[in-house]
C-alpha cells in the first residue's frame, strides 16, 4: 500500500519536504500561508485514508512559508486526519506518520482542537502540549519491534517546547502548557469522565494526536504538540457542547496560531 502512496505523490512533487504540519479541526485556515503550493486531495492518493468529519479538508500541501526575510524549510501539510472512530483502524490513523516519515519528515507540528478541562482555562486559549494520558489503552506500536528508549515516555520534544514558549513570548501570544487526554470518541465524554481526567492530571481531551505522536517518535521524528482548547469540557460550565463550538473557537483564536506556528516553523 505505501508504495504505491508514495509513487502517487512524488509524480506530483519535486521537493524533499522536511517539517510536516498536522492541521486539526478548524485549523486548516493556516495552509493558506504556504507559498507556491502543490496541491494533492487525498482521496486522489491511493490507499490514502479520508476523513469524514468538518472542519478537516483532506488535503496534502507542499511548499514552503515567508515572512519577507526567512524562508522555511519544505513543508508536508497534512491538513486535515482520520480519527480513530472514524475508521476503527490505528494503522489508518496513524498511515500519514509512515507517508512523512517516508517522504524524510525530520520534525513534527501536530495540532488539535481539544476541550479544556483545566479550570484556569477558557476557549480560545492554545495549549502547548508537555504529556498526555492514553485512556483508549490502543497503542499503534503493538506487534512492532521498538527501541528501550521509546518505552520510557517523553514523547515531545523539550528543545522544541521550549523554543515554542520563547517565541510566544516575543509575539505577546499567551500560551498554556499542559497534559491532553486521549479518548476514542465520537462522543463527547461524560461529565463524570471529565472529573475523572481532572483527578488524573489532564488539562485537555481531544479524540486525536496521541496515536499519530506515538508513530512518529517511534520513526525518530521530533514532535511539538499544540492544542486549541475550543471549548470546555463536559460538566466544567454547563454548556451543551456542540463540533460548531470547536470550528467557530478555532476560526476566532486563528489569527494567534497562524502566527505561532508560521515563526515556529521559520526558526527551524
Not at 491538513?79 to 472514524?86: A, D, K, M, P
Not at 496515536?211 to 471549548?231: D, Q
Amino acid at each position: 500500500m505505501l508504495t504505491a502512496t508514495l509513487k502517487y505523490i512524488k509524480s506530483k512533487i519535486t521537493v524533499e519536504p522536511t517539517i510536516g504540519v498536522v492541521l486539526g479541526s478548524g485549523l486548516g485556515d493556516f495552509a493558506e500561508q504556504v507559498s507556491n503550493p502543490v496541491i494533492i486531495p487525498t482521496t486522489d492518493i491511493p490507499h490514502y485514508p479520508v476523513s469524514t468529519v468538518q472542519g478537516h479538508s483532506g488535503r496534502l500541501i507542499f511548499g514552503t512559508i515567508e515572512n519577507g526575510v526567512r524562508t522555511s524549510q519544505q513543508l508536508l501539510i497534512f491538513q486535515g486526519r482520520v480519527h480513530f472512530y472514524e475508521s476503527n483502524s490505528l494503522e489508518r490513523v496513524v498511515y500519514p506518520i509512515d507517508v512523512a516519515n517516508a517522504l524524510g519528515i525530520k520534525t513534527l507540528l501536530i495540532t488539535n482542537a481539544a476541550g479544556g478541562i483545566n479550570r484556569q482555562f477558557s476557549p480560545g486559549d492554545l495549549m502547548l502540549i508537555r504529556d498526555y494520558i492514553n485512556l483508549t489503552f490502543e497503542n499503534p506500536l503493538v506487534g512492532k519491534s521498538i527501541k528501550a528508549s521509546e518505552r520510557l515516555g517523553g514523547y515531545f520534544d523539550d528543545s522544541l517546547l521550549l523554543l515554542a514558549k520563547n517565541i510566544a513570548r516575543e509575539l505577546k501570544i499567551p500560551v498554556k502548557e499542559g497534559v491532553y487526554c486521549w479518548t476514542k470518541g465520537p462522543t463527547y465524554e461524560t461529565a463524570a469522565e471529565i472529573r475523572m481526567m481532572e483527578k488524573l492530571g489532564a488539562d485537555a481531551v481531544g479524540m486525536s494526536t496521541v496515536p499519530e505522536v506515538m508513530k512518529a517518535v517511534h520513526y525518530g521524528i521530533k514532535v511539538l504538540g499544540i492544542s486549541c482548547i475550543t471549548n470546555m469540557a463536559t460538566g466544567i460550565t454547563g454548556e451543551k457542547l456542540s463540533h460548531d463550538e470547536v470550528t467557530d473557537t478555532a476560526n476566532r483564536v486563528k489569527h494567534d496560531f497562524t502566527r505561532l506556528v508560521k515563526e515556529i516553523i521559520l526558526a527551524l
